[in-house]
């Protein structure tokens, strides 16, 4: 039940009786399936924590994670290092911490102190579907029911009914907007197409979901490069989820995010999904196009692209399917890049109008389509 500590809320709190006392613990609920990358909430959390700090001193956080998998879990433990100036611990939704596994021992309470205020959370009077909808649209701004259905993991004409009945709420809007220019010196231009946008309503619901009290900002947490919505590029990164699905039916695919940026690494994916594979938890990074590109530049970008990706997923154990949806001439050039690949790897190429469709990944090999 959501609490409230001055101005700002928090999902729940509990007193942990250890030997010795009791806690003043707040809890920050996470669910690996709300729409965000899990390297996102350390911003938010630390002007969470700066004021519970101010109202609430001897308090610690108990950041608690809803994930099918391992690697979120870890990625949200990771990303919060190396601290947040009070005691705190993640764990798993199920599990309750002990004593010493908090960053550093919570003060102990000669007993339980009272509950803080409870209220509304904000976003109980809409479904979960509409939910996961309304965070979506949140984070990539604007889209269409495609985009949306495969961000969201719903069959797109579910989504579109989805969409129709948030527009009727006044928390989506289905209309021609204004493109978002990287150049804002330029004369305005208007989108192509009719795209689904959250109203204010909308985005301050997937907000409150998300933790965002209504006076603290959060920020940091929408795709980059927002000038590219509306184009095929970006159309193509955002059905990467869907694509997968499509092309491995057996897999799991739990989330997708395009255009997220990575910490500590200097290149991103248009699209890094999340998901697991021949049994193993695996992240599916997406490049597309690179067809402007001569080959001499495509094989060492290409190179330090995976690279990176491959280091990021060393951190935590997951496995990597690299892919890339290219035109023909781009797949034969990347071939000398992909030589020697290691055995949690594999790397998959294919046509890019070629929907749905992908090469069995094989660990270890560099598979494609192109002269099948």
Not at 54 to 79: C, F, M, N, T
Not at 127 to 140: A, D, F, M, T
Not at 220 to 233: D, M, N, R, V
Not at 258 to 265: Q, R, V, Y
Request: charged share 25%; hydrophobic share 35%.
């Amino acid at each position: 039940m959501t609490v409230r500590i001055g101005d700002v809320t928090f999902s729940d709190w509990i007193s942990l009786k250890y030997e010795g006392g009791y806690t003043d613990t707040f809890i920050f609920h996470i669910d690996a399936l709300n729409g965000l990358p899990p390297f996102v909430y350390r911003p938010l959390l630390q002007r969470l924590v700066a004021h519970l700090n101010q109202k609430r001193p001897g308090s610690s956080l108990w950041i608690r994670v809803d994930s099918p998998g391992e690697w979120y879990l870890a990625e949200v433990k990771q990303s919060i290092l190396p601290g947040l100036g009070l005691p705190y611990v993640v764990t798993r939704v199920e599990e309750e911490p002990d004593y010493c596994s908090f960053s550093y021992r919570p003060r102990l309470f000669y007993s339980s102190l009272h509950r803080p205020p409870t209220l509304e959370d904000g976003f109980s009077h809409v479904s979960q579907e509409e939910l996961k909808c309304l965070q979506v649209l949140g984070r990539i701004r604007k889209g269409d029911e495609g985009e949306v259905a495969s961000l969201v993991g719903l069959p797109e004409t579910l989504t579109y009914d989805i969409l129709q009945s948030l527009q009727k709420s006044g928390l989506a809007v289905h209309k021609i907007g204004g493109k978002i220019q990287k150049d804002k010196s330029m004369p305005k231009e208007m989108d192509p197409f009719p795209m689904w946008h959250p109203t204010r309503a909308g985005l301050a619901i997937a907000l409150r979901s998300w933790g965002a009290s209504k006076k603290v900002h959060f920020s940091g947490f929408k795709e980059l490069s927002p000038h590219q919505i509306g184009s095929p590029h970006r159309n193509t990164s955002r059905m990467w989820p869907a694509w997968l699905r499509s092309a491995y039916p057996r897999a799991e695919i739990w989330a997708g995010w395009s255009e997220t940026k990575l910490p500590e690494i200097s290149v991103y994916p248009d699209t890094l999904a999340w998901g697991k594979v021949q049994g193993y938890e695996t992240l599916f990074w997406l490049e597309v196009g690179d067809n402007h590109k001569n080959r001499k530049q495509i094989i060492k970008i290409t190179k330090q692209r995976l690279g990176k990706a491959l280091e990021f997923c060393q951190k935590t154990g997951v496995r990597l399917i690299y892919a890339q949806l290219s035109v023909d001439w781009v797949h034969d050039a990347m071939r000398w890049a992909f030589e020697k690949l290691p055995p949690e790897v594999a790397v998959v190429m294919v046509n890019q109008k070629k929907f749905g469709e992908l090469p069995i990944a094989e660990w270890g090999k560099n598979t494609t389509n192109q002269f099948q």
